[in-house]
């Protein structure tokens, strides 16, 4: 195996670590939408910090995977169209998936909050908070991101 062949398993590994944190974080916006009660919105804590996990690694090493290949293979240049709108789509997932996460920090801290103060039950403000609509309007916006890197790195168009 060529370093060329190395540095493009780790940026397709990279990738898919990104694309698995999407899913699990559909996954809890799903969950949570019906969570009206502190310990259970508490209890996805975990889970969120592994899709944030995989989202750092997957969007470090796609970036600098992907630049590190359009340097090194003979083929490909850094300034190729494809490459540009790659990265321009790679911000734009990063920074419509961080006003996300900025969104769904909201009902945790709230959580939080009526953990501390010993309210147990059904909070409707809590339930408004873990349904909101610009946390899935940003997070739908960085999927779309995505799907469009992939249909971008697939077929190359103008390469």
């Known amino acids: 195996m060529s370093w060329d062949d190395w ?4 940026h397709l590994i990279s990738a898919a670590a990104y694309g698995s944190a999407i899913i699990l974080f559909w996954a809890l916006i799903v969950a949570i ?3 009206d009660t502190a310990d259970q919105t508490l209890r996805m804590a975990p ?3 592994v899709g944030t996990i995989f989202v750092g690694i997957g969007a470090a090493g796609t970036i600098i995977f992907g630049i590190w290949l359009a340097l090194s293979v003979r083929n490909y240049d850094i300034w190729d169209g494809w490459i540009i709108a790659a990265i321009v789509l790679w911000a734009i997932a990063g920074a419509t998936g961080g ?3 900025k969104e769904y920090e909201r009902p945790m801290h709230k959580a939080q909050e009526l953990q501390s103060a010993g309210q147990s039950g ?4 809590l339930l408004a908070v873990n349904r909101t609509q610009a946390g899935v309007l940003f997070h739908a916006l960085a999927t779309l991101a995505f799907v469009l890197i992939v249909i971008d790195m697939v077929w190359k168009p103008g390469a």
């Open 7 to 10: 540095l493009l398993a780790f």
């Open 33 to 35: 939408r019906n969570t």
């Open 47 to 49: 889970m969120v910090k």
């Open 99 to 101: 006003r996300a996460g």
């Open 122 to 125: 059904a909070n409707s403000e």
